[in-house]
């Protein structure tokens, strides 16, 4: 049983989804720069959240959009004098590089916003139809007073939600209503029943995720700082135009990657880009630094903690390397392991239940410390026999699956459909010497591929 923290709840529930099949959304970036590491905080958490989920078996479709039409793209694109399409999409192409980088792998498909223009006009047109969206000379805007549960993800009330809104457009009803749709004749823009014009920031999120995913799904993810008032605007959208509550389940939002306390972000300038930081660090280092606190709460980043995060790993790639030289050594003892067992079941025990507990990874890694510490004493005294090691590393390769590391270095990554294939080749192979009674060689296949604990049973 897997428990996540929803941020609308305000509490861990456990997680229960329809026939283990996971709808998960995560916001994805504007691109109109290099990401940084703040960025690489958030989609490492994801991923390795949706990788613990496809471990205990859930089969998980994860969309990101990408938001390449904004206001900070055409600003840039504006003092770079390049077009604000292509800019973003070579800022896109960085992404998705220094994500491959990073060993953010399990994006299912990544949707941009200015591929979704006809989806996006569709949800405003509902919205308006619907009374919850009116046009004005500017633009079209979404009716916030015909929504009383605007607010109840950030559960903020309506004075506040007043009070923040600054550069108040004069032809909106309400200060707090926001834009569905920019009327514009400059570049970028798109034909739309209210003229030429682009799509507000919000939309493009629902409308990607109605093309998906329908109108309600399970999870949707992202940094804390969109609960409010990005997240909002989309409850507030898409359980309007489809009159259906809840837009989703769970919210998981991610904490703050900071530098002496304050946020990382583009706009304060106290940033280190995703490619800066793999000029000194490895990735897994960063990822390692990522798993050491939990993904709600937040890091401080410093040069010094990477260090530290750097030695830390090493300590475990160190033992990894250390069990796969005793696995290729004559040496190891035939000995009874019981007490090594119970050790190990303890471990994997713990670290499962820290993973069940809304993905704590920094307890996961303190379990996976206390047995490194202890099966590095093991590995000194020689007290391990083969067929235990090879459970212990079994287990280690799963840790490694789940954190996205590499701690076996010098492991050969096999293909599965490749082995399979060639399993269903050898299995085949012996079956014709079974019936030519070739028996010895039939045994010798058989023995064999028992040595790489693989159990053939004659029929
Ligand atoms: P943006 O491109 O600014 O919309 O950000 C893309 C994602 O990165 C969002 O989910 C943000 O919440 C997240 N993000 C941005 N800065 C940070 C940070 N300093 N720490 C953690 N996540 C961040």
């Known amino acids: 049983m897997i428990n996540v923290y929803s941020t609308m709840l305000r509490d861990k529930e456990e997680l229960k989804v329809k026939e283990n099949k996971i709808k998960l959304f995560v916001c994805g970036p504007t691109v109109y720069d290099y990401s940084h590491i703040g960025h690489a905080r958030t989609y490492i958490s994801f991923d390795i959240i949706v990788r613990y989920l496809k471990y205990n078996g859930y089969s998980v479709f994860y969309l990101q959009n990408i938001t390449d039409v904004d206001d900070k793209i055409i600003n840039r694109a504006k003092k770079t004098g390049e077009d604000p399409l292509k800019l973003a ?6 992404y998705l590089n220094d994500m491959k980088r990073m060993n953010v792998t399990n994006v299912n498909f990544y949707a941009r916003a200015t591929e979704h223009i006809d989806e996006i006009i569709n949800q405003i047109q509902t919205l308006i139809d619907k009374g919850f969206a009116y046009e004005t000379s500017t633009g079209v805007y979404f009716d916030e007073s015909k929504f009383p549960d ?6 903020r009330n309506v004075d506040e939600l007043t009070n923040n809104r600054i550069n108040v457009d004069s032809t909106k009803k309400d200060p707090r209503d926001f834009a569905l749709w920019k ?88 940033f280190i880009t995703i490619k800066e930081l793999l000029e000194k660090f490895e990735p897994d280092v960063y990822r390692f630094f990522v798993l050491s606190t939990h993904y709600r709460s937040p890091i401080d980043f410093s040069d010094d903690i990477l260090k530290q995060a750097e030695t830390s790993l090493e300590r475990i790639v160190k033992t990894c390397s250390n069990i796969n030289e005793a696995l290729n050594s004559s040496t190891l003892p035939d000995k009874d392991n019981g007490a090594i067992i119970n050790q190990l079941d303890l471990f994997i025990n713990d670290f499962f239940k820290a993973m069940d507990d809304d993905f704590n990874t920094p307890i996961a ?29 079994d287990a280690l390769m799963d840790v490694e699956y789940i954190f996205g590391l590499t701690l076996f270095k010098d492991t050969n990554i096999v293909d599965t459909d490749l082995s399979d294939d060639l399993l269903s080749i050898l299995t085949d192979v012996r079956s014709d010497l079974r019936n030519n009674k070739q028996w010895d060689l039939a045994d010798k296949i058989r023995d064999d591929l028992s040595g790489l604990n693989i159990d053939l049973e004659d029929k």
């Open 183 to 270: 009327k514009q004749d400059t570049q970028p823009y798109w034909n739309s029943p209210w003229g030429n014009g682009r799509p507000g920031w919000h939309i493009e999120d629902t409308a990607i995720t109605e093309s998906y995913f329908g109108s309600q799904y399970d999870i949707h993810g992202g940094g804390l700082d969109l609960i409010f008032p990005h997240h909002e605007a989309e409850i507030a959208q898409m359980e309007a135009a489809s009159g259906k509550k809840p837009l989703v389940n769970y919210w998981m939002h991610t904490g703050f990657l900071n530098v002496s306390g304050v946020k990382m972000s583009k706009s304060l300038g106290n």
């Open 89 to 94: 999409h070579r800022f896109e192409k960085e």
């Open 365 to 393: 890694l303190s379990v996976l410390f206390d047995f490194i510490r202890f099966l590095n004493k093991q590995l000194a005294d020689n007290n391990i026999s083969k067929s235990t090691l090879i459970t212990i590393k």
């Open 150 to 155: 605007f607010g109840k993800l950030s559960n």
